[in-house]
């Protein structure tokens, strides 16, 4: 297991949360990190709408990564 750097690490679980207030609340951050639900479709797995606005407008590094 890889250890994690010390600093800021906000570990709250917020159900429901929109993409804007996780793109205020990652102002200053070093990296947000969010949960992606799988979802397989024809055409391949696709990311959730939060986690797209997320990846595209936070002003840190984002990673996505999967429930489970």
């Not at 750097?5 to 205020?24: K, S, T, V, Y």
């Not at 200053?28 to 709408?49: C, I, K």
Request: glycine content about 12%; overall charge positive.
């Amino acid at each position: 297991m890889r250890e994690v750097p010390r600093g800021r690490r906000d570990r709250d679980r917020h159900r429901g949360a929109r993409a804007g207030e996780l793109i205020h609340a990652s102002a200053g951050a070093a990296l947000l990190v969010v949960g992606r639900r799988v979802r397989q479709t024809r055409l391949g797995t696709h990311l959730g709408s939060v986690a797209h606005a997320v990846l595209h407008h936070a002003p840190c590094p984002v990673a996505v990564v999967p429930h489970g």
